[in-house]
């Protein structure tokens, strides 16, 4: 009896190079815990040695896990690839790619902050401790002690509602808050805050919300910052103080 093979037909399969397969491998490794953060990798001569692929390769390696935020070069006899892990500027670097390549508008940033600010005002108000209050304080009181140039008056705004997002002790929200009130900055560059009366605005409600973060008071807290929120978009996409201009 002869044996007939079988006709199949397989696509050409793609081979991985060696770069991808070690950035893969310590990645994992990274992730898993494996690593700590500031530990020092084998120098690109014993990752050679280790793995038996060439210094090019390994060197690629190493600058892909860079460029995902996942090692830092320190230059100097103790320096070397170190271990790091991402940081709220990484998630906004990467977000800001996806927002510009993506062409994000601008009412679709708004849509996001009123979705995830007030859920975060209120955790801040669940979770805050001392020092989340000492530093909301500290910035609601440098905003309100203006004037301001309306670009340094956008970056305090940010800083201030980031130290509400941290005081929620929710990582991951208070990342992407981050990330949007970054890619928020770099597209108005401080024009909704270009008179002194819509920074007295602000000023007011950014105490009212502080207060009641303070008083532990969860559903005043988000409900404050929703009307907040909602008077800012109006403001950002319509540059007008027509409605509820003490809310912005």
């Not at 280790?50 to 190493?62: D, F, H, Y």
């Not at 409900?223 to 319509?238: C, F, N």
Request: proline residues 4%.
């Amino acid at each position: 009896m002869i044996d007939k093979a079988a006709k199949v037909f397989l696509r050409p399969l793609p081979v991985q190079r060696s770069y991808t397969i070690l950035a893969d491998e310590l990645r994992r490794t990274i992730l898993e815990g494996q690593l700590d953060e500031g530990t020092r990798l084998p120098s690109e001569r014993e990752l050679v040695t280790q793995t038996g692929i060439n210094r090019s390769s390994v060197r690629e390696a190493l600058r892909m896990l860079e460029v995902e935020g996942l090692l830092r070069s320190s230059p100097g006899r103790y320096g070397g690839n170190i271990v790091a892990h991402p940081d709220n500027d990484s998630v906004a670097h990467f977000l800001a790619q996806f927002i510009r390549i993506k062409r994000i508008p601008l009412h679709s940033l708004q849509q996001a902050r009123i979705t995830i600010e007030p859920a975060l005002a209120r955790l801040a108000a669940e979770n805050r401790d001392e020092e989340d209050l000492a530093e909301i304080d500290r910035l609601t009181a440098e905003m309100a002690g203006g004037p301001h140039t309306p670009e340094a008056f956008a970056e305090l705004n940010a800083n201030w509602h980031n130290a509400v997002a941290a005081a929620s002790k929710n990582n991951l929200l208070a990342a992407l808050q981050y990330a949007m009130s970054h890619s928020l900055m770099l597209s108005t560059s401080g024009e909704p805050f270009d008179n002194l009366e819509i920074q007295a605005g602000v000023c007011r409600v950014h105490k009212l919300i502080a207060a009641a973060i303070r008083a532990e008071d969860c559903e005043k807290s988000e409900r404050l910052m929703t009307k907040h929120i909602e008077a800012s978009g109006r403001e950002v996409g319509s540059r007008t103080l027509e409605s509820d201009s003490s809310m912005i």
